[in-house]
């Protein structure tokens, strides 16, 4: 797909939006705990191994068989060092498991594995029944995601704890944010080491979905339409320039659901 000057500014305009990021950039971080919901974004996964190696964060990885699974695993087979990795009937909270001993050594002992769930929702509840089940309580969670996704995981994940009195705080970290330039004529994704990022398909696909999804309408997942999570304030330019890409020809079509 050829992308204009004016198109790739819209698209980095959502997916700065998207990559909701709290995390204090120098510093301590106050958190006891890390939660990693399942997706294929290689360098975003080595971040959240390294910030719980380094601050002896216990994570819990969340994630079974989704649309992400296929994806990591091939992600997985092209890298020099997780490409050794049988990842033949794993889930990817096995998968990612994995990766973090591999990548970080992190032991069995710092790490909780939730590896039922098929989507952002069921990430969100198997999660808070994992914490129920091992009696674990935080008060601070760094949470973790597709750069891409981290808003609406922020979102679902608040949703799931709303009505508890111990529910914690939230810390959104998407690792990087991604953008889009134009290098020698061809469209490329910087904000990372390029192995283990989406395809520009794959990567256009999750942003435009995302933002329909976030959407407080009839086709979202917000309180006028599926309801699986409460209103998210999108601003106007980012609904706008939303408006403007879904005029890109075949846009529609790639929109990942």
């Known amino acids: 797909m050829q992308l204009s000057d004016n198109e790739i500014q819209d698209i980095n305009v959502i997916a700065a939006w998207l990559a909701l990021d709290d995390m204090p950039h120098q510093g301590e971080i106050s958190a006891d705990l ?3 919901a399942g997706h294929s974004v290689l360098p975003n996964i080595e971040g959240a191994v390294a910030l719980a ?19 990591l695993a091939e992600a997985m087979a092209t890298h020099p060092f997780y490409r050794q990795i049988d990842t033949q009937d794993m889930g990817e909270a096995q998968m990612l498991a ?25 990430n969100a509840a198997f999660s808070q029944r994992l914490l129920d089940e091992k009696n674990i309580q935080p008060q ?11 808003r609406r995981t922020d979102a679902t994940f608040r949703w799931q704890w709303r009505d508890r009195a111990d529910a914690p705080q939230f810390i959104n970290w998407p690792v990087f944010t991604p953008q889009l330039i134009l290098d020698a004529g061809m469209a490329r994704i910087i904000g990372a080491p390029p192995q283990g990022l989406w395809s520009l398909e794959r990567f256009l696909s999750l942003l435009m979905g995302e933002v329909q999804r976030l959407r407080n309408d009839e086709q979202g997942y917000g309180p006028r339409g599926k309801g699986f999570f409460g209103e998210v304030e999108m601003p106007d330019e980012v609904d706008a320039a939303w408006q403007r890409l879904m005029h890109l020809p075949n846009i529609q079509g790639r929109i990942s659901r």
């Not at 973090?100 to 939730?114: I, S, V, Y």
């Not at 973790?144 to 996704?149: C, E, G, S, V």
């Open 140 to 150: 601070h969670v760094v949470l973790i995601q597709d750069p891409l996704l981290q």
């Open 53 to 71: 190696k380094k601050f002896d964060l216990p994570l819990l990885i969340s994630g079974g068989k989704g649309h992400a699974t296929p994806v």
């Open 34 to 36: 890390a939660i990693l």
């Open 98 to 122: 994995a990766i973090a001993r591999t990548f970080a050594a992190l032991t069995d002992q710092q790490l909780l594995l939730e590896g039922a769930s098929r989507n952002c929702g069921e």
